[in-house]
């Protein structure tokens, strides 16, 4: 028997999608430079880029227009 591998826990942002009317997450890319989702149910791209050196925002959840 194998041992099995924690999940490993992947940086997010919560969006309402205003499109639909619908929460979602998106998540950092590979580069970690941007969040980057589709719209669950319209797939609407979006894509918030990540603050450098105390630039940016602690906010959380966002809604996309």
């Excluded at 979602?24 to 941007?34: E, H, Q």
């Amino acid at each position: 028997m194998g041992a099995e591998k924690p999940a490993q826990k992947r940086d997010h942002i919560g969006i309402h999608f205003t499109c639909c009317n619908v929460y979602g997450r998106i998540y950092k890319n590979a580069a970690g430079k941007a969040y980057v989702g589709w719209c669950p149910r319209c797939a609407r791209k979006i894509e918030l880029k990540v603050g450098q050196g105390g630039e940016g925002t602690d906010q959380r959840i966002f809604q996309a227009y």
